[in-house]
């Protein structure tokens, strides 16, 4: 299994280039997508087994690397659509516990924090990160001690940005991948200077998710603030 999956890594980029290739239409299983087992194994055993159609349309830019901003209504499964990417970037780049923080997801609440925390402990059973929220409730000086361990942060805006100006162990240099969550929420709930100031905390050398149920003219606004050349994907119901 661990020569198998060594090839897998050094095959993995040629992989995404011929996926990407094909029409969308032809991945109707998660089995049909270039992922590690690890992942595999972990949607097989929370019954995931076929794309919705958000995730299908991109997984594949956001396992290659592209920034993309995507809408969807909700209840169209925005949540494994970033899970998945988030899990594979750290993988591909053999993530371990050392290495600090890799992934951090953003999401307007704690509810929605939560939600997305379990998801990614559900679906990323079989990888090595260790994952974390960070979405107040606790103490600072809990969480303070902490994050400097967690591989993948979940939190909201407020309590990311409190680590980041009160606690000196809070160390994003090694940020792989950013993910905004509910983007358009977040905006209505009046968090865009937030959002700014916590971007601009960041390595500029990521790559950037970003998912909204609606694209808002203040989304837009945002997604070109936090990403670069995006791909844009927009799922809008059969009328
Ligand atoms: P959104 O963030 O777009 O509002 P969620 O990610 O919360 O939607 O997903 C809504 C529901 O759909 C959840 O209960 C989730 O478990 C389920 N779901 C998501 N993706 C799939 C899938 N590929 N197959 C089956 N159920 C799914
Ligand atoms: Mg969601």
Known sequence: LKEQEQEMLETIDQKYQEALKKSTRQFHNFTDFP???????????????????????????????????????????????????????????????????????????RELALQTFSTINAVGKCHDFSCGLVIGGSELGFEKNRISGINIIVCTPGRLLQHMDENEQMNCDSLQILVLDEADRMLDMGFAKQLN???????????????????????????????????????????
């Open 35 to 109: 992922l590690s087992w690890r992942t595999l194994e972990g949607l097989k055993e929370n019954d995931y087994e076929k794309p919705t159609e958000i995730q299908r349309d991109t997984i594949l830019y956001s396992l290659s690397g592209s920034d993309v901003v995507g809408a969807a209504k909700t209840g169209s499964g925005k949540t494994l659509a970033l899970v998945i990417p988030v899990l594979e970037a750290l993988w591909r780049a053999k993530w371990c516990s050392s290495y600090g923080l890799g992934a951090l997801i953003i999401s307007p609440t």
């Open 197 to 239: 100031s916590l971007v601009s905390n960041l390595p500029s050398e990521r790559q950037t998710l970003l998912f909204s149920a609606t694209q808002t003219r203040n989304v837009k606004d945002l997604s070109r603030v936090c990403t670069k050349d995006p791909v844009f994907v927009s799922v809008h119901e059969n009328a």
